[in-house]
Every structure is written in C-alpha cells, then in structure tokens.
C-alpha cells in the first residue's frame, strides 16, 4: 500500500524502505522523510518532513489522526525501531529510540530526547529539550518518571494499543472548497458548513473544519496546522489574521485574536475569548468562557500567565505565519502537478 497522498518539499520525495502495511483514509507522507519496513499509517495521520528530515526505522506504528513534524532548519525528528504511537498524538522535531509506546493525546515537543524502552502515558506533554531515561514510564505535563517498566511490558503494552485503535467511523462528504487563489486547503482536509477563509491563509493535512451552527471565519494569512478539528455548535469560531493554529488542536465556538499562536495540541473550550497577540503554550487548556489577555505567554491545564510576551517570542511566532503563507503556496503547486 502507499499514503493515499504523497508530496516533495523543495525537489525532495519520501522514501519507503518497502511498501507500507497498511495506509489509512488520507494518510499523508510529505517530504525528506525515510520510512522503514513493516510501516502501518492510521486514518489522517501525517508525515510532514518541509524543512528538515525524518527518519524512521522498521515496525513503525502511528494511529489515527497523529502528527510527525520537524522544526525548519533547526530539528529533525529521528525514530528507531518498533515504535508505536496512538491516536491523536504529536511527534515535533525529537529524538525518539527503539521500543517505545507513545499512547494517545501524548505531545513530544522539540528538542526532547526520548531512550530505549520507554512508555509515554495517555495526555502527557513532554517538553522541550526534556530526556526520558530508558526503562520508565512517564505521565503528567511535563511528562515526569511515575515507574519503572521492563521491555516485555511495553511491548505487551503496544499490542494492546494497536488491538484498542480501532477504526475511525466514515465521515459525511466534505463540502468542496472555492476559496480565493491566494488560498491553500489541502487535499487530505475535510470542510463543512460557512467557512470563510481570508487571503493567504492556509488549512494543512488532515484538519478537519465543521461549522455546524455558527460560521469558522479565519483570517487574512492564518495557518491552521495539521490535524486541527474546529466545531461549531454554538456562536461560531473567529480566527484574527497572521495567526497559528498549531498541531492537533481543538477549538469549539470561540474568538482568537490577531498575530497569536495556538500551541501543539492545546484544547480551547467554547466561549473562550483570546486577545491579539497571545502564545498559548502546547498542550494548554482553557475552561469555558476564560479570557486569555494580550501581551502575554499563557499555559498549564487551565491556562494561567507565565510571562511577557517578549520581542525574541513576537519575531519568532511572525516568522511562522511567513513560513506557513510560502507552504501554502508551495503546496498548492506540488497538488496541481499531481492533477
């Protein structure tokens, strides 16, 4: 089997050591990433190597709707052997060793290093540059040491995350979009209902947007990141302009101001309301109807301020949003040429 959707980044193509497995509906590999033996691609989930490498050895396992990605030019993200991600989780731009289990909602941010043998509970966040030693489980945000674990037990513990994956039910068809040329919606993303997307703004792999009551508006040069899943059951969901939306968010009926950054895997409740120029730290939560105020880092499960937001952090979080407007339009090429 190959990716339901395969793309270069700058001349480059991922390369398969032997077919996959299995491949799963819209599973997307993109890039200079090098797949080993005995691979198996959940429903949606994505490889997205566009400014660094992944590399990933044999027996790999990553279920529905989880993320592999990079940091431009600054971290690959290295996997060994006999690895097994769950559902709904994040790999960013980390070292990951062999016969490792990373179970479901788990984020591995830049930077981290992860040994031999080692077992990522369900939710936990670990953080950047963190080093888990071999031989322990980890759990909580940051992911601390909670006990020792032996290799049969994390392989038995992998089995059993694959045998509990299941399948994800079909989804509706998908409207189909018409947006402004300026505009990039990937193939492999899935929009329903009153969307509006303003100009040079960008919808990456797998995400998927239904605005079932109120309208999802976003903003002129916004980036909505791989695996995002916006609802609308309520008012609607309001996404200023030059904002990011990181992976596998979840956002229901709530306001976003301009030039803000929604990190890796945060959870925004409905009626949250986030000023201009905020950065919600990965893995973040807000309770319903919180208001996060401008000018600062906001995180923790609530949010809660942790610091100004810095001149160094406001030119980092503008460098992505011009990142994301030229992915758009890159992307938008490599598809036409696929046609």
């Known amino acids: 089997m190959t990716p339901e959707l395969i793309l270069p980044h700058e001349g480059a193509l991922p390369v398969f050591s032997a077919r996959p497995v299995w491949c799963g509906r819209a599973s997307t590999v993109i890039g200079d990433a090098t797949l080993g033996a005995q691979a198996w691609l959940g429903d949606y989930s ?134 402004d040329p300026s505009v990039y919606v990937a193939r492999t993303a899935r929009l329903r209902g009153r969307i509006a997307l303003g100009a040079g703004s960008t919808v990456l792999f797998s995400c998927d947007l239904h605005a079932e009551v109120g309208p999802i508006v976003v903003g002129a040069n916004t980036n909505i990141q791989d695996n995002t899943v916006i609802r609308t059951r309520g008012e609607g969901v309001v996404l200023g302009r030059d904002t990011t939306v990181g992976h596998n968010v979840r956002l229901a009926d709530c306001r976003i101001g301009a030039r803000s950054l929604i990190g890796i895997g945060c959870v925004v409740a409905p009626g949250t309301v986030i000023a201009d120029d905020v950065l919600l730290a990965a893995g973040a939560t807000t309770d319903p109807g919180q208001l996060l105020e401008g000018g600062h880092l906001w995180g923790g499960r609530p949010a809660r301020i942790l610091g100004v937001l810095d001149a160094e952090k406001r ?9 994301y407007v030229a992915h758009g339009m890159a992307y938008r090429q490599a598809e036409a040429a696929l046609a």
């Open 315 to 323: 030119t980092m979080m503008a460098r992505v949003v011009e990142g």
């Open 46 to 179: 994505v490889i997205r190597a566009d400014g660094d490498r992944i590399v990933i050895g044999e027996r790999f396992w990553l279920g529905h709707r989880s993320t592999v990605h990079i940091a431009t030019n600054t971290y690959p993200t290295l996997i060994g052997d006999r690895v097994t991600v769950g559902r709904n989780a994040v790999v960013h731009a980390c070292t990951v060793g062999s016969d490792v289990v990373i179970e479901d909602d788990v984020i591995v941010l830049d930077g981290a290093s992860v040994e031999n043998g080692v077992l990522i509970e369900a939710g936990a966040t670990v953080f950047p540059r963190a080093h888990l030693a071999a031989g322990f489980a980890y759990a909580g945000s940051p992911a601390k040491a909670v006990r020792a674990i032996s290799l049969p037990q994390i392989a038995e513990q992998a089995e059993r995350l694959r045998e509990a994956s299941g399948d994800l039910p079909a989804l509706p068809p998908a409207d189909e979009p018409d947006p």
